[in-house]
């Protein structure tokens, strides 16, 4: 195993552990239990397989430890992301969640997912959960931040100031860069992340270098498969 | 990026493959391996993936093993950002459409494309 991935890992769920920037550390972890949850939900399992999925009506099977417009955040984007609706995000806000929030948690969604598939690829068992870390949430909200390409806020690389800290490789960084930069710590703890699983930045459009054991070509045909199944347009 | 990927090596590849399945022939190594490992991670099904990672492990060795799931998982988190935040995916091409390649790969066939008002950042202004 790469030593990069393994402290990648390491590192990654120590941040999910620690506070966040809206979530405290209890409730960030919570949030990663509810992920792993969610995956055993039968009223998501029926969502998925309705061909019109905001006509089912249920319960989701939670842990109980948050409200009910983050279990509805979490288990639809776990589960269905590629059935969410602009209308769908506005309705979770209004339930109660702030935008700040809202992306806080799908950043710790996209962490967990990574981490927990990457243990299913390779047949090991999930890592246990960390223990919470003390401490107040920043409650950090970017100047720079609209809302405008996409359903939240966003900071376009131009918008950013000093004080939102490091977050884009490039003043080109695409949108799937930009999309957690209303939480600027969440992009960060996600980049740190994905990074050493798929490659870092100053690699990506250089397709004739791999520094990985698969060649380039095999790395994006898995990801255009995964894409596709998760009917990912973008 | 797949199309690229195989254009910087001078070959080209049938997008078609990504929603409908990769021909016999496609120029990538270990194709169908590594296609059927990452369709039985996502459906989440434990027997099959055992049997595909055996498999490719037996083509690509323990580091290859390693970081095709490691790109596997990577898109379990790109996807979630991607489809929760409703980043425009008329940028997903380098900042660019490219709707012959949507149209190509089957993509517009997607939930989020079919139901999109959406045609690019600057409409929503």
């Known amino acids: ?234 | 990026m797949l199309r690229e990927s195989m254009r910087t090596g001078g070959k080209e590849i049938d997008l078609r493959g990504v929603t409908q399945g990769f021909e016999e022939g496609t120029e990538i190594p270990h194709v169908a391996a590594l296609v059927e490992f990452a369709e039985a991670v996502v459906a989440r099904d434990a027997a099959r993936t055992a049997r595909a990672r055996e498999a490719l492990r037996g083509k690509l060795g323990e580091a290859g093993l390693v970081d095709a799931a490691a790109t596997v998982a990577a898109f379990h988190g790109f996807v979630r950002i991607a489809d929760a935040i409703g980043i425009p995916y008329t940028t997903a091409a380098r900042g660019e459409d490219a709707p012959e390649v949507r149209e190509r790969a089957g993509v517009n066939d997607f939930y989020r494309v079919r139901t999109s008002t959406t045609s690019t950042p600057a409409d929503r202004t």
């Not at chain 1, 809202?102 to 390779?122: C, K, N, P, Q, R």
């Not at chain 1, 004080?163 to 930069?181: C, E, F, N, W």
Request: with cysteine; proline share 8%.
């Open chain 1, 1 to 234: 195993m790469r030593t990069d991935l393994t402290e990648s890992h390491d590192r990654a769920w120590a941040a999910i552990a620690a506070p966040g920037t809206w979530l405290e550390g209890a409730r960030r972890v919570a949030v990663a239990a509810e992920i792993r949850r969610a995956r055993e939900c039968a009223y998501c399992a029926e969502i998925k397989a309705a061909l019109s999925p905001y006509a089912v009506k249920g319960k989701h099977h939670t842990t109980g430890r948050l409200s009910e417009a983050e279990v509805e955040l979490i288990h639809r984007v776990v589960n269905d992301p590629g059935r969410l609706t602009e209308s769908w995000s506005q309705s979770v806000l209004a339930r109660g969640l702030s935008e700040g929030e809202y992306v806080e948690i799908v950043g710790l969604v996209a962490m967990v997912m990574m981490l927990d598939t990457f243990s299913h690829a390779l047949g090991a068992p999930p890592r246990a959960l960390p223990e919470p870390q003390p401490g107040e949430p920043t409650r950090y909200r970017p100047s720079g931040a609209k809302k405008k390409a996409a359903w939240l806020p966003l900071v376009e690389p131009q918008d950013a100031v000093p004080a939102d800290g490091p977050m884009y490789p490039s003043p080109k960084a695409g949108y799937i860069y930009r999309g957690l930069s209303l939480v600027p710590q969440s992009l960060r703890d996600y980049w740190a992340l994905a990074f050493h699983h798929y490659l870092p930045a100053e690699l990506v459009y250089r397709f004739d270098q791999s520094i990985r054991a698969i060649s380039r070509p095999q790395t994006e045909v898995l990801a255009a498969r995964v894409s596709a199944l998760h009917q990912c347009a973008y």
